[in-house]
């Protein structure tokens, strides 16, 4: 019989216990979300493909160099459906749109507006200015400079290495023709190849190029990397061809 | 079994430290104990109420919290829950039906009725600043002042691709591509030089008479074909988005912001060396048609519509 003493007396055990207490208390709040329906909401297009894709080779070295420079930090990624918040940022964030975040980057801290919506707002060229040095383009802001992206030639060496870490997680990057079927599927073809690992190199190349952000197109540098991820942030869902009811309908 | 301290006869818990360190069982304040007690009640009203507890796939809904709202396809009723709440303050809410009613008044007014209108007008300065501070000052900044070199200027009279409410509301809708080709593999250096020194005398700012001669032949031939778009009066072409040249508003070399000759000369040439690529992205996928009518209406009233 655990009495109060030997609990009090006894820093290891208490320790544990107290682990205990609040680890059920977290485990009651996270466990169900994993079981419940419609925690993920099922978003399609018109032609029945997923909406929400994986990342593709280059916007997932953006998104790392997102989480190495800590934008995280000050920036959030989550819109929560309060009015305010609609009318600032857009259509607050679905559960299915962070569905292959590893890690996720909601964020808790807003020094900086939420970014959850930010692909497509302003021009790659404005991206580029503004990372580089932001008070380039709003004298006022309180971001740091990022001047090295434009230096540093983006490493992508390791790039099928990280597809493979998140496949394992569950992100539905394709190694062999069954997954790459699977893929064309749920994601359409064009999506599908994008995913496949075996191609990564080429496919990361390939939309560095079309893209050209920095203007030279002879390399790849962080910077284009990062825009690419941000310019497709929020992107991904058509939220003019889906009526509310469709979202509200799974909470 | 109960400890007391010898002293003052109040119970311990019992155990003893460093020989008479001991620790007092005092009952718990009544009033914090009600208040215990008043929490579990809560939590169980709570409980009852909202949407708490997991069970298997689903969840308690909660009862008596029905949300009614409607979207385009028809009206829902649901249980309590934050998105569906939203809904409903989005279409029915209190400030959305006095913002609706506004922008159906915008909605129906022409762009001249809106600039006579004082309510209209106080209306568009207060919501398209909003809509202006999050998608257009990035660029063109507080006020629309612009960045020379990088984004137009809208709070000045000169607009590359037209001043008129109609073409502001096209350029928002669908974005703009404004190009000029760069001459660095066209012309030679001593041309750019001769061509930039007429640039620079047309508007009457100090220059060479004679290689702005010299310029001249070249801007207005097909050596340089920079007519095609500025037009032989080197005032621009709103549908190429070209500059006007004869007037003292310059966008992309900063001749304005330099002092010496030299500095305005160089200014000049850099853009005809480097060309121009610059875009604006189309707004009419992103924002609702009453909102481009709002900013259309804003921009408008920087004082520079035309």
Redesign the interface.
């Known amino acids: 019989m655990l009495k109060?003493?030997s609990i009090?007396?006894n820093a290891g055990l208490l320790i544990i216990l107290t682990l205990v207490a609040i680890g059920i208390g977290g485990l009651v709040e996270i466990v169900?979300l994993f079981?419940?329906?419609g925690t993920i909401e099922k978003v399609q297009t018109a032609d029945g493909k997923d909406a929400v894709r994986p990342y593709t080779p280059l916007e997932q070295r953006g998104r790392d160099i997102y989480i190495r420079e800590g934008c995280y930090t000050c920036h959030s990624q989550m819109i929560?459906?309060?009015?305010d918040e609609?009318?600032?940022y857009g259509h607050?964030s679905l559960a299915a749109e962070s569905q292959y975040d590893h890690p996720f980057q909601w964020g808790s801290m807003r020094r900086g507006p939420d970014l959850a919506r930010v692909g497509?707002?302003?021009?790659n060229?404005?991206h580029v200015?503004?990372l580089n040095n932001p008070r380039?383009?709003?004298?006022t802001s309180i971001m740091p400079s990022y001047p090295w992206l434009l230096k540093n030639d983006l490493a992508y060496g390791d790039i099928k290495d990280r597809m493979i870490a998140l496949k394992k997680v569950g992100v539905p990057y394709s190694l062999t023709q069954l997954e790459y079927d699977a893929n064309v599927k749920k994601f359409g073809e064009e999506v599908a190849k994008m995913l496949d690992i075996n191609n990564a190199d080429a496919n990361l190349l390939a939309q560095a190029q079309e893209k050209n952000t920095d203007g030279d197109p002879s390399r790849v540098t962080e910077m284009e990397a990062l825009v690419a991820y941000l310019q497709v942030l929020g992107t991904m869902v058509d939220f003019?061809a889906h009526?509310?009811?469709e979202?509200?309908?799974f909470? | 079994m109960a400890y007391k301290d010898p002293i003052t006869g109040v119970e311990t818990?019992?155990?003893v430290w460093d020989d008479d360190l001991q620790e007092f069982n005092n009952p718990l304040p009544r009033w914090w104990l009600w208040a215990f007690y008043g929490t579990v009640i809560f939590a169980l009203i709570y409980w009852t109420i909202y949407p708490a507890w997991?069970i298997?796939?689903?969840?308690t809904k909660g009862i008596m919290n029905d949300i009614t709202?409607t979207?385009?396809?028809?009206e829902?009723t649901?249980h309590w829950?934050?998105?569906?709440?939203?809904?409903k303050?989005?279409v029915s809410?209190e400030?959305?039906l006095i913002q609706k009613k506004e922008l159906e008044k915008v909605k129906g007014m022409s762009y001249a009725d809106i600039a006579k209108d004082a309510d209209t007008q106080a209306f568009v300065q207060s919501f398209g600043k909003?809509i202006f501070g999050?998608?257009c000052a990035?660029?063109h900044?507080t006020g629309g002042v612009g960045?020379i070199g990088?984004?137009p200027n809208l709070s000045d009279d000169a607009w590359l691709w037209g001043g008129t409410t109609k073409d502001i509301e096209n350029t928002i809708r669908h974005g703009r591509l404004g190009f000029m080709p760069s001459y660095k593999d066209t012309l030679s250096e001593e041309k750019i030089n001769e061509v930039a020194n007429y640039v620079l005398s047309l508007s009457g700012e100090k220059s060479d008479p004679v290689l702005a001669a010299k310029g001249k032949e070249i801007f207005q031939g097909n050596e340089g074909g920079c007519y095609a778009c500025h037009t032989t009066e080197a005032k621009g072409m709103k549908e190429q988005g070209s500059a006007n040249l004869t007037d003292q508003i310059w966008t992309i070399a900063d001749v304005k912001g330099v002092d010496s000759a030299e500095a305005k000369l160089n200014a000049v040439k850099s853009v005809i060396t480097n060309g121009v690529t610059?875009?604006?992205?189309a707004w009419g996928?992103?924002l609702k048609d009453t909102e481009i009518k709002v900013l259309t209406a804003y921009i408008s009233s920087f004082g520079a519509g035309q």
């Open positions: 109060h003493e009090e007396t169900p079981y419940i329906d929560r459906p309060f009015r609609a009318l600032r607050y497509g707002k302003y021009s060229g404005w200015k503004h380039d383009v709003v004298p003019k009526d509310e009811h979202f509200i309908q909470r | 818990t019992g155990h997991p298997g796939k689903s969840y709202y979207t385009r396809s028809g829902y649901t829950n934050t998105r569906a709440l939203l809904q303050e989005m809410g400030m959305a909003g999050d998608y990035a660029c900044q960045v990088a984004y610059r875009r604006m992205p996928e992103r």
